[in-house]
Nanobody, 117 residues
Framework: EVQLVESGGGLVQPGGSLRLSCVASGFTFSDRDMSWVRQAPGKGLEWVSI??????IYADSVKGRFTISRDNAKNTVYLQMNSLKPEDTAVYYC????????????WGQGTLVTVSS
């Protein structure tokens, strides 16, 4: 069974930092690109970042503040979030294109990040 389990969300003040983790199981983690996607309250999904063998790519909204990384030995992808802003408040999901169909077809349950003073 494929599972993606996120953790690390919480309440943080503007300017603060959080590190999200996503532990994967049920597939060969090292073979897959891994993405982070977020959904702010009342809004649609926003792609945040992707990591693959070639490196990492970021949405303009988080570039320079967020860093994605992975540990293939631990089947884990991370999202280090610095200089957080209230507009970063969202549920953060890790996801992957498991079936290689050009779409994210495996998702975690999400972890809530709230940036507020």
């Amino acid at each position: 069974e494929v599972q993606l389990v996120e953790s690390g969300g919480g309440l943080v003040q503007p300017g603060g930092s959080l590190r999200l983790s996503c532990v994967a199981s049920g597939f060969t983690f090292s073979d897959r690109d891994m993405s982070w996607v977020r959904q702010a309250p009342g809004k649609g999904l926003e792609w945040v970042s992707i990591i693959n063998d070639g490196g990492a790519i970021y949405a303009d909204s988080v570039k320079g503040r967020f860093t994605i990384s992975r540990d293939n030995a631990k089947n884990t992808v991370y999202l280090q979030m610095n200089s957080l802003k209230p507009e970063d408040t969202a549920v953060y999901y890790c996801a992957t294109d498991l079936l290689e169909v050009g779409a994210l077809d495996a998702w975690g349950q999400g972890t809530l990040v709230t940036v507020s003073s």
